[in-house]
């Protein structure tokens, strides 16, 4: 299991760039870019994987409910972002969201589903927001849908690899949760 855990983390490490992924708005436009765009930042693969993590953390409607709010959520600001209505502290409220859920791992906190989901939701709807942003006009769709596809490809990732860690206890989901808080202060003194 160790092996698996220590490919996995290898393989998240190298999907990362040390630039957060939406800084170059020049690589928009198309689906491929949309999926990959949430691969290209440390900031969203952290917070893609963290609430899978911390959905099989809760476990039951869980597992569902709360990826599922936040990539409904994430629509949402991407919408508004495209629209052309801002919303204050997007980056801060994104790399907040790192940290806010990697602690919330690291503590095992185990809340009602809706409100889970409603916690994820609100950081999604700034990440959202981060990726209309920059967008402009071109492509909004195959690019929306594409991040879409690619965060819910992430959230699955985290939902089984909690699911895969929680047979060994909760110790090594809970050092994850830290490790990805920690990340997340990185990326902000970094």
Same mark, same amino acid.
């Given at each position: ?7 996995? &983390? ?9 630039? *957060? ?7 928009? %436009? ?10 290209? %930042? ?6 893609? +994987?963290?609430? !899978?993590?911390? &959905? ?5 409607? &869980?597992?569902?409910?709360?990826? @599922?709010?936040? $990539?409904?959520?994430? @629509?949402?600001?991407? =919408? ?13 409220? $994104?790399?907040?969201?790192?940290? /806010? ?21 609100? *950081? ?8 209309? %942003?920059?967008? /402009? ?6 690019? !929306?849908?594409? *991040?879409? +596809?690619?965060?819910? =490809? ?5 939902? /089984? ?7 060994? !206890? ?12 920690? !990340? ?7």
């Amino acid at each position: 299991m160790f092996k698996r855990l220590s490919l996995s &983390a290898a393989f998240i490490a190298a999907a990362t760039a040390p630039a *957060f992924a939406h800084l170059d708005p020049t690589e928009h %436009g198309s689906m491929m870019a949309g999926v990959s765009h949430p691969l290209s %930042g440390a900031d969203h693969v952290l917070a893609m +994987v963290a609430v !899978g993590l911390w &959905a099989s953390q809760i476990g039951g409607r &869980a597992l569902f409910a709360v990826p @599922a709010a936040f $990539v409904t959520t994430m @629509a949402v600001g991407f =919408l508004l972002a495209v629209s052309g209505i801002g919303l204050p502290f997007v980056e801060p409220a $994104v790399l907040a969201s790192v940290i /806010g859920l990697g602690l919330l791992i690291a503590t095992a906190v185990r809340l009602p589903t809706a409100v889970s989901a409603a916690i994820v939701g609100l *950081f999604a709807l700034f990440h959202g927001h981060a990726h209309g %942003g920059e967008l /402009g006009a071109a492509g909004a769709v195959q690019f !929306g849908l594409g *991040f879409l +596809v690619s965060t819910a =490809l992430l959230h699955a990732a985290g939902v /089984g690899l909690g699911i895969s860690l929680s047979r060994m !206890g909760t110790i090594t989901t809970r050092l994850l949760g830290a490790a990805t808080a920690l !990340g997340g202060a990185a990326l902000v003194f970094g």
